[in-house]
């Protein structure tokens, strides 16, 4: 991903751009399927030079006519091409003559018979990116069949077949790709949902669209990089640097049963740079949680005025790994909210904070979509039916940055673009990895890292993080420790 562009965009946006490419700059349409049937055979070329046959499944779309033009240049080029079409809608005038120019090769139009031929790379043109409507018939069939490949790659042009292209979600049914080739601008539901479940290698081409068209439109969604966001927040410390200048982070948290999810936060912390790092937890862990990483202090606090003079010292707090939803843990988390720090929001504070809604503008929310049904009052499955509009909704609710945490974290601020990571991996689907993202983003905070700032360099790391332990050790089998020494790598920029 690091060769795509940053920005994503709507459908509707990728439509009125497309609309002014060949209103205001005299390119036609039959040009721009021209160039997608030659970016498609390059990606071809490039991801599978063996190939020799190509299947084409083409619906009656412009879709389809960016498949036809890929045939026409693939027999041209000396490729075995077969192209079978599907749908009873006509053709447009560009797709009818990318059809013409693919009869005139003496090549014939197959009818989907219920079964696909044998072929070295099966190519989704089918449905294009303005599907809003759930997928059936011959179409639905079709792609079903297409699931059912496991040897022969499928690359999919534009979007796989049936997945919206602004949530993510397949309607009904969707191609799941090897890779995808995106045009002009990137589609935002690529990221979103079950995008990356589908999607597979996204590869992109402009189309040679003007960048400055581009410009004209501001995007939906910007991804975040440790390049954009954080190359002069991460710079190289002054030599004269001491820990007094990089704050002191303080985690609340780690109720009976649970001292472990503070401890990891805490160390997550420190690694990405805080100057000091308390951990404010039961007394019966006070003295435990530190042995085997003794730079981190360490307060028993059962009396809740026992934490005024550790939040006196601090610069930022990260609230909730551990906390519990007990009288102590309610206590803890209003006393925080009472100090009016820059802090994380996280795990058990934000269950508590459901019950009791606030909004403020001095925190960082960092809610898994059961959290962000709960703080919403609606189900998991509303959250991820559309992550985009219910991160906006969060933001909207309880004020300060929203972190949407899952495949592809989104980050809210109640402004455009949101930002987005694509950064992570399923092996981080393990106990703990909460903890060390909300360490991570407190101890950005404590120093003094502004809080949209703490919150995209925060989750771009903690991604990073865990492909970097994926790399080494593999997905299976990740636990969030295995993450920390991957931290300090990339807070330093060394990767």
Same mark, same amino acid.
């Given at each position: 991903?690091?060769n795509?562009?940053?920005?994503?965009?709507?459908?509707?946006?990728?439509?009125?751009?497309?609309?002014?490419?060949?209103?205001?700059?005299?390119v036609?349409?039959?040009?721009?399927?021209?160039r997608?049937g030659?970016?498609?055979?390059?990606?071809?070329?490039?991801?599978?030079?063996?190939?020799e046959?190509?299947?084409?499944?083409?619906?009656t779309?412009k879709?389809?006519g960016?498949?036809l033009e890929?045939?026409?240049?693939?027999?041209?080029?000396?490729?075995?091409?077969?192209v079978i079409?599907?749908?009873?809608d006509?053709l447009g005038?560009?797709?009818?003559a990318?059809?013409?120019?693919?009869?005139?090769?003496?090549s014939?139009?197959?009818?989907f018979?219920?079964?696909?031929?044998?072929?070295?790379?099966?190519?989704?043109?089918?449905?294009?990116?303005?599907?809003?409507?759930?997928?059936?018939?011959?179409?639905?069939?079709?792609i079903?069949e297409?699931?059912?490949i496991?040897?022969?790659?499928?690359?999919?042009?534009?979007i796989?077949s049936g997945?919206?292209?602004?949530t993510?979600?397949p309607?009904?049914?969707?191609?799941?790709a090897?890779?995808?080739?995106?045009?002009?601008?990137?589609?935002k539901?690529?990221?979103?949902?079950?995008?990356?479940n589908?999607?597979?290698?996204?590869?992109?081409?402009?189309?040679?669209?003007?960048?400055?068209?581009?410009?004209?439109?501001?995007?939906?969604?910007?991804?975040?990089?440790?390049?954009n966001?954080?190359?002069?927040?991460?710079?190289?410390?002054?030599?004269?640097g001491?820990?007094?200048?990089?704050?002191?982070?303080?985690?609340? #948290?780690? %109720?009976?049963?649970?001292?472990? +999810?503070?401890?990891?936060?805490?160390?997550?912390?420190?690694? !990405? @740079?805080a *100057? &000091?790092?308390?951990?404010?937890?039961?007394a019966?862990?006070?003295h435990?949680?530190?042995?085997t990483?003794?730079?981190?202090m360490?307060? #028993?606090? %059962?009396?809740?005025?026992d934490? +005024?003079?550790?939040i006196?010292?601090?610069?930022a707090?990260? !609230? @909730?790994p *551990? &906390?519990?939803?007990?009288?102590?843990g309610?206590?803890?988390?209003?006393?925080?909210?009472?100090a009016?720090?820059?802090?994380?929001v996280?795990?058990?504070?934000?269950n508590?904070?459901?019950?009791?809604?606030?909004?403020?503008?001095?925190?960082?929310?960092?809610p898994?979509?059961?959290?962000?049904?709960?703080?919403?009052?609606c189900s998991?499955?509303?959250?991820?039916?559309?992550?985009?509009?219910?991160a906006?909704?969060l933001?909207?609710?309880?004020?300060?940055?929203?972190?949407?945490?899952?495949?592809?974290?989104?980050?809210?601020?109640g402004?455009?673009p949101?930002?987005?990571?694509?950064?992570?991996?399923?092996?981080?689907?393990s106990?703990?990895?909460?903890d060390?993202l909300?360490?991570?983003?407190?101890?950005?905070?404590?120093?003094?890292?502004p809080?949209m700032?703490a919150?995209?360099v925060?989750?771009?790391?903690?991604?990073?993080?865990g492909?970097k332990?994926?790399?080494?050790?593999g997905?299976?089998?990740?636990?969030?420790?295995d993450?920390?020494p991957?931290?300090?790598?990339?807070?330093?920029?060394?990767?």
């Amino acid at each position: 991903m690091l060769n795509l562009p940053h920005d994503l965009f709507s459908a509707e946006q990728i439509s009125e751009i497309d609309r002014l490419v060949i209103e205001q700059h005299n390119v036609s349409t039959a040009t721009l399927m021209s160039r997608a049937g030659k970016a498609a055979l390059s990606t071809i070329r490039n991801h599978w030079p063996q190939a020799e046959r190509i299947l084409i499944l083409c619906g009656t779309g412009k879709n389809g006519g960016d498949g036809l033009e890929l045939a026409n240049q693939a027999i041209a080029d000396g490729y075995r091409v077969a192209v079978i079409q599907v749908g009873d809608d006509p053709l447009g005038p560009e797709t009818t003559a990318a059809r013409d120019g693919y009869l005139a090769t003496g090549s014939e139009i197959q009818s989907f018979e219920g079964t696909l031929p044998s072929t070295d790379v099966v190519v989704d043109a089918l449905l294009g990116t303005g599907l809003n409507r759930e997928v059936t018939g011959d179409f639905k069939t079709i792609i079903e069949e297409i699931n059912k490949i496991t040897r022969t790659p499928v690359l999919s042009i534009d979007i796989p077949s049936g997945l919206h292209a602004d949530t993510g979600n397949p309607q009904n049914i969707a191609v799941k790709a090897t890779n995808t080739l995106n045009f002009i601008g990137l589609n935002k539901g690529l990221f979103l949902g079950e995008g990356p479940n589908h999607s597979g290698v996204i590869c992109f081409d402009s189309l040679q669209v003007p960048t400055a068209i581009l410009k004209e439109f501001t995007p939906i969604a910007r991804r975040v990089s440790l390049e954009n966001d954080a190359a002069q927040l991460l710079a190289p410390r002054q030599r004269t640097g001491h820990k007094g200048l990089y704050g002191h982070l303080l985690i609340i #948290g780690g %109720d009976h049963g649970m001292p472990g +999810a503070a401890r990891v936060a805490a160390e997550a912390g420190a690694r !990405v @740079g805080a *100057g &000091l790092t308390s951990i404010a937890t039961r007394a019966d862990h006070g003295h435990t949680l530190n042995l085997t990483r003794p730079e981190l202090m360490c307060y #028993g606090v %059962d009396d809740i005025k026992d934490l +005024a003079p550790l939040i006196e010292r601090a610069n930022a707090l990260t !609230v @909730g790994p *551990g &906390l519990g939803q007990t009288e102590w843990g309610e206590g803890l988390f209003q006393a925080a909210i009472d100090a009016n720090l820059p802090m994380v929001v996280d795990a058990d504070a934000l269950n508590i904070l459901s019950k009791n809604p606030q909004r403020h503008d001095n925190w960082v929310l960092t809610p898994h979509p059961g959290e962000a049904a709960r703080l919403l009052g609606c189900s998991s499955a509303e959250i991820e039916a559309d992550r985009f509009k219910a991160a906006q909704e969060l933001q909207k609710r309880y004020g300060g940055i929203i972190v949407l945490k899952g495949s592809c974290s989104l980050i809210n601020n109640g402004e455009v673009p949101t930002r987005l990571s694509a950064w992570g991996n399923p092996g981080m689907a393990s106990g703990g990895m909460g903890d060390v993202l909300a360490g991570v983003i407190g101890g950005l905070l404590a120093q003094g890292f502004p809080l949209m700032d703490a919150a995209c360099v925060g989750v771009t790391l903690h991604g990073m993080a865990g492909d970097k332990a994926a790399e080494k050790d593999g997905e299976r089998g990740m636990l969030a420790m295995d993450l920390i020494p991957h931290l300090r790598h990339l807070a330093n920029l060394i990767y």
